[in-house]
């Protein structure tokens, strides 16, 4: 089974666990703590990953690590999974919980890529654009800076994506040119 599958599965059966229990808000905060630990300590993450570790040393590096830190429902959570040894997709079980609450909660997460920081007004008009797109109640705009776009400005929400940088227009007219 893909292993987006495997942690949608696990991300659900946890956020179901929170609503139920009322912690919702307390496991969307340890998870995200959870991924931003792993994406920052790349030793972490490859032993988490490496078949070679033992399970118990994985299941005492996450102890040590995470026991004092999230909530004790959230280190049950975490002790199961390293149970079924499936630490290897921990990284992917909260990135697909997160997604979830996003969902459950209407927020959309979009990325701003321009050559300058955005101002206040542009901010909101790329964050009203986004609602109008999907509906949304809220967007968490992420603001890149590159560069190499010239100018405009490149809006990622997804799988779509709204080039509006000089950079692409000059291609469109050298590609017209050439033709």
Request: aromatic fraction near 6%; hydrophobic fraction near 40%.
């Amino acid at each position: 089974m893909a292993i987006d599958t495997v942690a949608a599965r696990y991300a659900k059966s946890l956020l179901d666990l929170a609503q139920e229990q009322g912690l919702t808000e307390t496991m969307y905060k340890d998870m995200q703590f959870f991924k931003n630990t792993v994406d920052q300590s790349r030793p972490l993450m490859l032993m988490l990953k490496n078949p070679i570790v033992r399970a118990e040393k994985k299941s005492a590096v996450i102890k040590a690590a995470f026991t004092n830190r999230v909530n004790p429902i959230t280190m049950a959570f975490f002790e199961i999974i390293a149970k079924k040894n499936r630490e290897g997709i921990m990284d992917a079980i909260a990135e697909q919980f997160i997604k979830q609450y996003d969902k459950l909660k209407g927020v959309e997460r979009a990325t701003v890529i321009t050559t300058v920081p955005l101002t206040a007004p542009q901010r909101e008009k790329f964050r009203s654009m986004v609602m109008q797109s999907t509906g949304c109640k809220s967007v968490e705009l992420e603001e890149k800076l590159d560069s190499n776009l010239i100018g405009g400005y490149v809006l990622r929400l997804g799988d779509r994506q709204v080039d509006g940088s000089i950079r692409s227009q000059l291609n469109d007219l050298r590609l017209k040119f050439l033709n």
